[in-house]
């Protein structure tokens, strides 16, 4: 952009820019309510079932023809269907996760991620950014029991099913046979129990909060592991972990805290770990410029957002970490799959 403001400098600048992304940035809600409403009226579902036009799928879905004809349309103009002589249909993507029948469907993740206690934190960034996160609103995301850990339990085992078997091959690379196994802040459990599912003879140990742990005991019961699952309610932060283990998972959580905090917990962790054991750390891994690749680089405003000191830690930070706790060397893996990375401490 040219500094000169006279007429003609100006004109010629002018024409090379555009407020385009400026108004699609603060237009964005929109595209999360259509989506919203979209996976709540089932409207990619019943596309799927083979009805293409805006009056059979009003039909189905239960809205008005004018609201879904403006909805689909919506959806086009955003890539996420079709439309050839007034008909939709799917594009690749809609069809393999937005189609319920899918079985990579990730729909279900529309219930957190626009759950009120993840999109109220937002609602004053400007006053976030201006004197820091020192306290979030109750019920906060780390308190106990907060309803919102259920949710996501339920909500994101769709997606985090995509990168379970990646990791539990990495984890498992490092050595298999009879081990012992700590997932921190289970969840659904799902990254556990794709461990005993890949290893027969792993016992595993979830943790989390008691209302939690519900929905990954369900889940290892449906994969056929609950005989080597077991179960440790409370606190990551205060619970006795028992052991020792072999491996220790720790999975979309060091996020949630500060640096001397993360310290402190792999500290916990590694008392925990028998000679030679090792944790695995998912994390959302920016380069070191911060700013690359797009979605760890952005994960760090929804820790501003949503945690007193949490961060998107660039591997540099996370392997000072695990050093500073006891660890004698990391080794970083992409995953496959979606954007995060596993990192692995080493004892040994």
Not at 95 to 107: M, N
Not at 113 to 135: N, S
Not at 272 to 301: M, Q, T, Y
Not at 326 to 341: D, I, K, Q, S
Request: proline fraction near 7%; charge should be negative.
């Amino acid at each position: 952009y040219n500094a000169d403001m006279s007429e003609g400098n100006f004109t010629t600048s002018a024409a090379k820019l555009s407020p385009e992304l400026v108004f699609e940035s603060l237009n964005a809600f929109q595209k999360t309510a259509a989506l919203k409403a979209a996976i709540e009226l089932d409207l990619f579902t019943a596309i799927g079932e083979g009805l293409c036009d805006a009056g059979s799928l009003a039909a189905r879905c239960g809205g008005s023809e004018r609201g879904i004809r403006i909805l689909a349309d919506y959806l086009v103009v955003q890539g996420l269907l079709d439309k050839r002589d007034a008909m939709y249909h799917h594009t690749p993507t809609s069809a393999a996760f937005l189609d319920r029948r899918s079985p990579h469907s990730i729909t279900t993740t529309v219930k957190f991620l626009t759950h009120p206690g993840v999109m109220d934190a937002f609602e004053d960034l400007t006053q976030i950014i201006r004197d820091g996160r020192e306290t979030l609103p109750l019920p906060a995301t780390e308190s106990e029991n907060n309803p919102v850990w259920v949710e996501f339990a339920h909500s994101m085992a769709p997606m985090m099913a995509l990168m379970a078997g990646p990791l539990g091959r990495i984890v498992l690379a490092d050595g298999a046979g009879p081990i012992r196994v700590l997932d921190i802040a289970a969840g659904h459990g799902l990254f556990g129990i794709e461990v005993a599912r890949q290893n027969p003879e792993a016992v595993v140990t979830a943790q989390d909060w008691p209302a939690v742990l519900e929905v990954a005991r369900e889940n290892a019961a449906r994969a056929g592991v609950l005989d080597r699952y077991e179960l440790l309610p409370g606190n990551a932060f205060e619970v006795d972990f028992g052991g020792p283990y072999d491996v220790v998972l720790l999975t979309n959580f060091l996020h949630h805290f500060d640096f001397p905090t993360c310290v402190r917990l792999l500290e916990k962790v590694r008392a925990v770990l028998e000679p030679g054991g090792r944790a695995a750390a998912l994390e959302f891994v920016p380069n070191e410029d911060r700013v690359s690749p797009p979605i760890p680089a952005a994960f760090g405003l929804i820790m501003l957002a949503g945690t007193v000191g949490g961060e998107a830690y660039t591997y540099s930070e996370l392997d000072r970490m695990f050093r500073e706790a006891g660890f004698l060397g990391t080794v970083a893996r992409p995953l496959p799959v979606g954007p995060h990375t596993v990192v692995t401490g080493y004892t040994v």
